[in-house]
Structure formats: structure tokens, C-alpha cells
């Protein structure tokens, strides 16, 4: 019987060694494609945009003679909100001027993106300018 225990001891710890040296090989295996690997490390901060920041317009000191924009949106509201606007404006101020751009569209979603020279055109006559978003 103590024969037997003994073969049988023997016998585990061969097998627990030629286990562990095919453990060995693999880690050795692995480390040596680990040094052949290549990583690319990424920088975690967006590119820097090439245009310079500039602040926004200087607010307006008083709105008395000056020309004032509305651009009104496609909404169904939106242009009673800028009739109204208009008319308090004027009563405030009786010698501002203002000029009503209505961006028109085929979805009420979406804002007028055709006739941008026109855009241009209007917002460059302008002093300041309010948006009517409404609904």
C-alpha cells in the first residue's frame, strides 16, 4: 500500500511540475509578444481650433435711434411675438428703426438656410438683432 501512495505521490508531483513549466512557457511566450507589441498612446484633449476667439458685440449703451432686427422663426407664433415686440420697441423708443427678417421653411423645425446673401445682407444693416423663437 505505502507503494502504491508513493508512485502515486511521485506521480502528482511530475505531473504538477510539467504543469507548471508549460505555465512557465506560456508566460514567457506571452512576455516576449508583450515586447514586440507597439501602443499607441492618444492624447485625451481635442485638437486646437486655428480661429481665433473673439468676444461678443459690446452691448448696446441705448436702443434710442438705432436699428433693431427681428429674425422670427417659421414657428406659428412667432410673428405676432414680433408684431408685438415691434410695437413695444416703438413706444419706448419712438425714433428706432426696426426690420422684420421672417425665416420661412418647409418644416417649421428647420430655419432657412437658401437665401443666405439675403441673411447676410439684412444683418449687416443692423445695430443689434433679437430672435422670435416661438410656438
Not at 67 to 72: A, D, E, H, N, T
Request: hydrophobic share 45%.
Amino acid at each position: 500500500m505505502r507503494k502504491c501512495l508513493l508512485a502515486l505521490s511521485l506521480g502528482m508531483i511530475a505531473m504538477l511540475a510539467a504543469r507548471d513549466s508549460s505555465w512557465a512557457q506560456q508566460a514567457a511566450n506571452a512576455q516576449s509578444k508583450a515586447s514586440e507589441m507597439q501602443f499607441e498612446v492618444l492624447s485625451p484633449w481635442a485638437d486646437v481650433d486655428p480661429i481665433p476667439l473673439r468676444g461678443i458685440s459690446p452691448r448696446l449703451s441705448s436702443l434710442a435711434g438705432k436699428k433693431i432686427g427681428l429674425f422670427v422663426n417659421p414657428k406659428r407664433a412667432a410673428m405676432p411675438m414680433a408684431k408685438s415686440i415691434e410695437r413695444r420697441l416703438k413706444a419706448e423708443y419712438p425714433d428706432i428703426q426696426t426690420s422684420i427678417y421672417h425665416s420661412v421653411g418647409a418644416n417649421v423645425n428647420e430655419i432657412e438656410t437658401e437665401n443666405k446673401e439675403k441673411f447676410t445682407i439684412w444683418a449687416k444693416g443692423l445695430d443689434a438683432a433679437i430672435a422670435v423663437v416661438a410656438d
